[in-house]
């Protein structure tokens, strides 16, 4: 173990145990899923008693909240930014590739998480589905009304579709971290921190081109 390994076991020793039950809940999570993740099992890979998730968070539905919400709020920041905007303001396209370089950069750290939250929004009877639907919708159905008024002042040729642009930003930005094994393998897309920030990246150059492609054309 080296020097820096030493002082963050250090550091977590000295957390206290709702910080060590966050960081247990976060890896188990985000390693398994929320299904198959028990509050025993988080309490005992936080090492501290299992009667603290009930008083710190109520159950494990109200620690999945907690972890979801800490994890998402990079995004859920640059979204509330673009609902802050006044009505004379014009909120930029370009946000949508902010959006993109800051869901690469969070993701790229927790690169199973697309996938919970992807099937647990396939799983309407879940408790998982309704903690994601509660966080991320309410947010997001002024985000995309916001994004898609931004749009709505380009005019791009057909086959293009200014409401179909935020599909192709997801399907851009979803698949790369849910897509099998096999793919990812035939494609040549590694799931390593350092690779999804490239992908990101590169991601985010495609959409700007298009983008300023698009605002060309309006200014010409």
Not at 126 to 150: P, R
Not at 155 to 178: A, D, H, N, Q, Y
Request: aromatic letters at 10%; proline letters at 5%.
């Amino acid at each position: 173990m080296n020097e820096q390994q030493t002082k963050n076991l250090s550091n977590e020793e000295q957390d206290s145990p709702r910080e060590k039950l966050l960081r247990a809940a976060k890896r188990l999570f985000i390693k398994k899923g929320y299904s198959r993740v028990t509050t025993r099992a988080i309490a005992e890979e936080a090492n501290v008693n299992m009667a603290l998730i009930k008083y710190y968070f109520v159950d494990k539905a109200g620690l999945f909240e907690t972890v979801f919400r800490d994890v998402a709020a990079p995004l859920l920041e640059l979204i509330h930014l673009a609902q802050q905007k006044k009505p004379n303001q014009d909120v930029s396209p370009y946000i949508l590739t902010q959006f993109i370089e800051r869901y690469y950069k969070v993701m790229s750290q927790h690169p199973t998480l697309p996938k919970i939250i992807f099937m647990a929004l396939h799983d309407t009877s879940s408790k998982e589905h309704a903690i994601v639907k509660k966080i991320f919708f309410d947010h997001l159905e002024v985000g995309v009304s916001t994004l898609n008024a931004a749009f709505s002042k380009l005019t791009p040729e057909e086959p293009i579709r200014t409401e179909w642009l935020l599909v192709t930003c997801i399907g851009m930005s979803v698949f790369p971290f849910v897509m099998p094994p096999v793919l990812r393998e035939l494609l040549g897309v590694g799931n390593s921190q350092t690779e999804l920030e490239a992908l990101g990246k590169h991601q985010q150059a495609i959409f700007n081109t298009f983008l300023m492609r698009l605002t060309h054309q309006e200014a010409q």
